[in-house]
């Protein structure tokens, strides 16, 4: 399983020394920390990535802003995150993700109209700015947090419609899981759709969650769905 072959690339790196095998191997053990709720561990798995992360690779400073990123979400404290995710937007143009991502982080610590600022330029092409690569579903779900959130059923509508053949997949970028898809189909159904809808995402998402062994993923799904429902 995962967690097996992560073993065994733990055991390569540390066999090997080769700086991208001991970078990867802790990226991926910071990503399943992150996941299991071990925040402690996660934190200082994603440091060391950062620390051993192969020389003048672009991706090492992106993939260390995400992951903690995804740390921050889960513990709630998105907001230290701010002023650096604000930067990247701004200079990692080619990158569209990292603008949706703030924009869900806006949304979360009540910042209303920045967010709609940015998810209003995207939504002019109707989201198209980015091609399907390995950043779109996080370019998307966030985006779709963020129209949630503003109420803007017709952007959450169309982003909903654009995620739905992909349900089974897990919002990720690079060895980074924001949950799974799921959660955030159900949390964009609950702003143009019936609640029914919204509930059946979400109970998806909470039995996978809960098959992660996910503590923080599983309650953030439980406490959707009882906005959702009322109960």
Excluded at 105 to 120: C, P, Q
Excluded at 141 to 162: C, K, N, V
Excluded at 174 to 200: D, N, P, Q, R, W
Excluded at 215 to 225: I, M
């Amino acid at each position: 399983d995962a967690r097996a072959a992560m073993s065994q690339m733990t055991k390569m790196a540390d066999e090997y020394g080769h700086s991208s095998f001991r970078w990867c191997s802790a990226l991926f053990r910071a990503c399943d920390a992150t996941i299991r709720s071990s925040f402690a561990e996660a934190e200082e798995l994603i440091e060391e990535a950062r620390a051993v992360g192969p020389e003048g690779r672009d991706d090492v400073s992106s993939t260390y802003l995400v992951q903690l990123s995804a740390l921050r979400f889960q513990q709630g404290r998105i907001t230290e995150m701010i002023p650096v995710l604000e930067f990247f937007a701004q200079i990692a143009t080619t990158v569209p993700a990292f603008r949706a991502l703030l924009s869900s982080a806006y949304i979360s610590i009540g910042e209303k109209d920045k967010a709609s600022e940015l998810i209003e330029s995207a939504s002019e092409d109707n989201f198209t700015e980015l091609p399907q690569d390995d950043t779109w579903l996080l370019y998307a779900a966030a985006f779709g947090l963020t129209a949630a959130g503003l109420g803007m059923a017709s952007e959450a509508r169309h982003l909903y419609a654009l995620l739905l053949p992909y349900r089974h997949l897990s919002v990720a970028y690079s060895v980074t899981v924001f949950g799974c898809l799921e959660h955030y189909l159900g949390i964009m159904a609950s702003a143009f759709a019936s609640k029914e809808l919204a509930e059946e995402h979400l109970s998806a998402a909470i039995a996978i969650h809960s098959s992660w062994e996910s503590r923080h993923l599983t309650s953030a799904s439980r406490k959707a769905l009882t906005e959702v429902t009322g109960n």
